[in-house]
């Protein structure tokens, strides 16, 4: 069975940092495309960070400099560094995983900025 569990989320002032954890089993890890994502209330999930295989990472222009996305094969984990978090940083963090038409999502952790 596989899944993708994220931790790491909570409430923390506007500036502050946070580091979140994707923990995956039931796949291949080192194998897999990993993202993280974001979604608001009523708005559309939206990609945060990307990982390939290879380390190579790409990030959403809002959180370019700020954040900082990581995997650790060997622990089958992805992480994601929120660095200068914003009031508009808030949403639920969703992870994903995906290697040509397979893709998992996990159930999300939130995070909240505000003083």
């Known amino acids: 069975q596989v899944q993708l569990v994220e931790s790491g989320g909570g409430l923390v002032q506007p500036g502050g940092s946070l580091r979140l954890s994707c923990a995956a089993s039931g796949i291949t890890f080192g194998l897999y495309d990993m993202q993280w994502y974001r979604q608001t209330p009523g708005n559309e999930r939206e990609l945060v960070a990307g990982i390939t295989p290879r380390g190579t990472t790409n990030y959403a222009d809002s959180v370019k400099g700020r954040f900082a996305i990581s995997r650790d094969d060997a622990k089958k984990t992805m992480y994601l560094h929120l660095n200068s978090l914003k009031v508009e940083d808030t949403a639920v963090y969703y992870c994903?995983?995906?290697?040509?038409?397979?893709?998992?999502w996990g159930k999300g952790t939130l995070v909240t900025v505000s003083s």
């Open positions: 994903n995983g995906r290697r040509g038409a397979l893709q998992y």
